[in-house]
């Protein structure tokens, strides 16, 4: 079992950057693919970025790629998203989640552990 704790979100103007960060409890951390995911209001949790156990080969949606970097510390028990050129449309409650296993997935509903999220807001 793995508990997790993100933290980083805020407030900031469009093409400004944040981090979120997202802290494991427990012992097998480097077990777990970690994904971040984000929900903004009225919409279904979409797919950010997904991370290897190893942390190898990051992963990102369309929508992120060449403006967010995905990385992890299995040292540490972290897991950071780093933000930049963020846009309005960025705007959203930002979770981290958990899976074991050997593939890396992107489907919210396949990932079994997630934190209590992050808010992310992106003014114009």
């Known amino acids: 079992q793995v508990q997790l704790v993100e933290s980083g979100g805020g407030l900031v103007q469009a093409g400004g950057s944040l981090r979120l960060s997202c802290a494991a409890s427990?012992?097998?951390?480097?077990?777990?693919?970690m994904g971040w995911f984000r929900q903004a209001p009225g919409k279904e949790r979409e797919f950010v970025a997904v991370?290897?156990?190893?942390?190898?080969?990051?992963f990102y949606a369309d929508s992120v790629k060449g403006r967010f970097t995905l990385s992890r510390d299995n040292a540490k028990n972290t897991v950071n998203l780093q933000m930049n050129s963020l846009k309005p449309e960025d705007t959203a409650v930002y979770h981290c989640?958990?899976?074991?296993?050997?593939?890396?997935?992107?489907?919210?509903?396949?990932?079994?552990?997630w934190g209590q999220g992050t808010q992310v807001t992106v003014s114009s």
């Open positions: 427990g012992r097998t951390f480097s077990s777990y693919n």
């Open positions: 989640a958990a899976r074991s296993g050997l593939v890396v997935v992107t489907t919210p509903a396949e990932y079994r552990y």
């Open positions: 991370i290897s156990r190893s942390g190898g080969s990051p």
